[in-house]
Protein backbone atom coordinates (compact mmCIF):
# COMPACT_ATOMS: atom_id res chain seq x y z
CA UNK A 1 0.00 0.00 0.00
CA UNK A 2 1.06 3.15 -0.96
CA UNK A 3 1.29 6.35 1.67
CA UNK A 4 -0.43 9.85 0.42
CA UNK A 5 1.59 12.62 2.48
CA UNK A 6 -0.90 16.01 1.49
CA UNK A 7 1.46 18.82 2.04
CA UNK A 8 -0.69 21.81 2.56
CA UNK A 9 0.78 25.19 1.81
CA UNK A 10 1.96 27.63 4.99
CA UNK A 11 -0.31 30.62 4.52
CA UNK A 12 1.77 34.02 6.48
CA UNK A 13 -0.33 37.19 5.15
CA UNK A 14 -3.65 37.25 2.84
CA UNK A 15 -5.23 39.59 1.27
CA UNK A 16 -8.30 39.64 -1.21
CA UNK A 17 -8.87 41.88 -4.12
CA UNK A 18 -9.92 42.24 -7.28
CA UNK A 19 -10.03 43.69 -10.76
CA UNK A 20 -13.54 44.80 -11.69
CA UNK A 21 -14.42 44.77 -15.84
CA UNK A 22 -16.97 47.66 -16.06
CA UNK A 23 -20.11 46.22 -18.05
CA UNK A 24 -19.86 46.70 -21.36
CA UNK A 25 -16.17 47.47 -21.96
CA UNK A 26 -14.12 47.50 -24.85
CA UNK A 27 -10.74 47.78 -22.94
CA UNK A 28 -8.64 44.29 -22.88
CA UNK A 29 -6.13 45.39 -20.45
CA UNK A 30 -6.85 45.90 -17.18
CA UNK A 31 -4.47 47.35 -13.96
CA UNK A 32 -4.39 45.95 -10.57
CA UNK A 33 -5.56 48.35 -7.87
CA UNK A 34 -2.92 50.12 -5.62
CA UNK A 35 -3.92 48.41 -2.40
CA UNK A 36 -1.63 49.46 0.51
CA UNK A 37 -1.22 46.18 1.94
CA UNK A 38 0.06 44.85 -0.55
CA UNK A 39 2.95 47.70 -0.90
CA UNK A 40 6.23 46.96 1.17
CA UNK A 41 5.66 43.54 0.91
CA UNK A 42 6.88 39.80 -0.65
CA UNK A 43 4.91 37.98 -2.66
CA UNK A 44 4.96 34.44 -1.81
CA UNK A 45 1.65 33.31 -3.82
CA UNK A 46 -0.93 34.72 -5.91
CA UNK A 47 -4.28 32.66 -6.26
CA UNK A 48 -7.56 33.30 -8.41
CA UNK A 49 -11.16 32.45 -8.27
CA UNK A 50 -13.68 31.48 -10.48
CA UNK A 51 -17.70 31.05 -10.55
CA UNK A 52 -17.38 27.36 -9.77
CA UNK A 53 -15.98 28.47 -6.67
CA UNK A 54 -17.39 31.65 -5.87
CA UNK A 55 -20.10 33.63 -7.45
CA UNK A 56 -20.40 36.57 -5.92
CA UNK A 57 -17.45 39.14 -4.67
CA UNK A 58 -17.68 40.32 -1.34
CA UNK A 59 -15.58 43.36 -2.05
CA UNK A 60 -18.45 44.74 -5.01
CA UNK A 61 -20.76 42.64 -5.27
CA UNK A 62 -19.85 41.96 -9.11
CA UNK A 63 -20.51 38.22 -10.73
CA UNK A 64 -17.09 36.64 -10.26
CA UNK A 65 -15.54 35.69 -13.76
CA UNK A 66 -16.50 32.18 -15.38
CA UNK A 67 -13.12 29.88 -16.59
CA UNK A 68 -14.65 29.93 -19.90
CA UNK A 69 -13.42 33.76 -20.08
CA UNK A 70 -10.67 33.26 -18.43
CA UNK A 71 -9.06 30.90 -20.25
CA UNK A 72 -8.12 34.21 -23.15
CA UNK A 73 -6.94 36.15 -20.12
CA UNK A 74 -3.32 36.63 -18.93
CA UNK A 75 -1.08 38.60 -16.17
CA UNK A 76 1.87 40.84 -15.83
CA UNK A 77 3.20 41.27 -12.92
CA UNK A 78 6.25 44.02 -12.46
CA UNK A 79 8.82 44.80 -9.83
CA UNK A 80 9.84 47.96 -8.74
CA UNK A 81 12.71 48.16 -10.83
CA UNK A 82 10.31 48.15 -13.82
CA UNK A 83 11.02 44.30 -14.82
CA UNK A 84 8.01 42.50 -15.67
CA UNK A 85 8.90 39.49 -13.93
CA UNK A 86 6.12 37.26 -14.96
CA UNK A 87 4.98 38.27 -18.44
CA UNK A 88 2.15 36.94 -20.12
CA UNK A 89 1.16 34.04 -17.81
CA UNK A 90 -2.10 32.47 -18.70
CA UNK A 91 -4.77 33.13 -15.66
CA UNK A 92 -5.94 30.05 -15.58
CA UNK A 93 -2.54 28.74 -14.32
CA UNK A 94 -3.11 30.61 -10.68
CA UNK A 95 -6.39 28.80 -9.95
CA UNK A 96 -6.16 26.25 -7.74
CA UNK A 97 -8.15 23.88 -10.01
CA UNK A 98 -6.76 24.81 -13.23
CA UNK A 99 -9.96 26.38 -13.61
CA UNK A 100 -12.71 23.54 -14.01
CA UNK A 101 -14.63 22.35 -10.93
CA UNK A 102 -14.50 23.05 -7.46
CA UNK A 103 -11.46 23.59 -5.90
CA UNK A 104 -10.21 21.59 -3.10
CA UNK A 105 -9.67 23.86 -0.70
CA UNK A 106 -8.22 22.17 2.20
CA UNK A 107 -4.87 21.39 -0.32
CA UNK A 108 -4.77 25.80 -0.84
CA UNK A 109 -3.19 25.30 -4.14
CA UNK A 110 -1.81 28.29 -5.79
CA UNK A 111 0.40 29.67 -7.90
CA UNK A 112 4.07 29.95 -5.22
CA UNK A 113 6.43 32.83 -5.64
CA UNK A 114 9.53 33.69 -4.30
CA UNK A 115 9.37 36.70 -2.30
CA UNK A 116 9.00 38.89 -5.54
CA UNK A 117 8.57 42.26 -4.89
CA UNK A 118 5.29 43.75 -7.12
CA UNK A 119 4.69 46.90 -8.22
CA UNK A 120 1.19 46.46 -8.24
CA UNK A 121 -0.41 49.54 -10.01
CA UNK A 122 2.39 48.76 -12.77
CA UNK A 123 1.11 45.79 -13.05
CA UNK A 124 -2.30 44.22 -15.03
CA UNK A 125 -4.30 41.73 -16.67
CA UNK A 126 -4.67 41.87 -20.43
CA UNK A 127 -7.60 39.76 -22.34
CA UNK A 128 -7.07 38.81 -26.19
CA UNK A 129 -10.85 40.58 -26.85
CA UNK A 130 -12.62 42.52 -24.65
CA UNK A 131 -14.74 40.52 -22.30
CA UNK A 132 -17.21 42.41 -20.57
CA UNK A 133 -20.82 41.49 -19.61
CA UNK A 134 -23.84 44.02 -21.30
CA UNK A 135 -25.12 44.13 -18.08
CA UNK A 136 -23.35 43.60 -15.13
CA UNK A 137 -19.87 44.33 -14.10
CA UNK A 138 -17.34 41.01 -13.66
CA UNK A 139 -15.04 40.94 -11.04
CA UNK A 140 -11.74 39.21 -11.19
CA UNK A 141 -10.96 37.79 -7.66
CA UNK A 142 -7.74 37.39 -6.35
CA UNK A 143 -5.92 36.45 -3.12
CA UNK A 144 -2.50 37.24 -2.59
CA UNK A 145 -0.08 35.47 -0.13
CA UNK A 146 2.94 37.48 1.34
CA UNK A 147 5.06 38.54 3.93
CA UNK A 148 5.97 42.15 5.31
CA UNK A 149 9.54 43.42 4.20
CA UNK A 150 11.94 44.08 6.89
CA UNK A 151 13.12 47.22 8.10
CA UNK A 152 16.31 46.84 6.32
CA UNK A 153 14.43 45.55 2.98
CA UNK A 154 12.40 48.58 3.13
CA UNK A 155 15.50 50.82 3.31
CA UNK A 156 17.16 49.21 0.80
CA UNK A 157 14.10 50.11 -1.42
CA UNK A 158 14.39 53.64 -0.57
CA UNK A 159 15.89 55.53 -3.69
CA UNK A 160 17.34 58.15 -1.62
CA UNK A 161 19.54 55.38 0.17
CA UNK A 162 20.92 54.39 -2.57
CA UNK A 163 22.62 57.36 -3.91
CA UNK A 164 26.68 57.21 -3.85
Known sequence: MEQVII????VGKHELFEIVIPANSTATRFQFPDNQNLRNTKLKGLQIYTDSEVKESVLSSSLI?????LGF???????YDGREVIKQIPIINLSSN???G???LTNLGFAQFRNLKINWPKSYIEFTTPQSDPVDD?????SAYYEDLTP???NAQNTFNNKS
Open 7 to 10: QKNV
Open 98 to 100: GGF
Open 102 to 104: VAN
Open 138 to 142: LSVLF
Open 65 to 69: ISPSV
Open 152 to 154: AER
Open 73 to 79: CYVTLQT
